[in-house]
């Protein structure tokens, strides 16, 4: 898994709609207590066999949300993600 949600996250529930394992939970559910969603590293397949691009990106509104981390060894792993896309470039909101 590569794909992870970041604190820009509106919460509006688009990515747990599209993602076809149910690897995405909402913030009741996250495991890391933060309030935003979470995706579960072990359940994320990029939609490598289901979809040409990951369907949680293409329905998430808010841009710079979902980006990609390291792929996760033994799990599908898109390695043609664009730079501006992956974990380190992402976004982050100060409170």
């Known amino acids: 898994m590569a794909v992870m949600i970041t604190d820009i996250c509106i919460n509006c529930a688009a990515c747990i709609d599209e993602c076809p ?20 590293a072990d359940k994320c397949v990029e939609c490598v066999g289901y979809h040409d691009t990951p369907a949680c990106a293409e329905a998430c509104p808010t841009e710079g949300c979902i980006v990609w981390a390291e ?13 501006e896309a992956r974990a380190e470039h992402a976004p982050v909101i100060e409170d």
């Open 71 to 83: 792929c996760v060894e033994g799990m599908p792993c898109r390695e043609d993600v664009p730079a």
């Open 21 to 40: 394992v149910e690897a995405i939970v909402d913030e009741d559910d996250n495991p890391t207590g933060e309030d935003t969603y979470y995706v579960y």
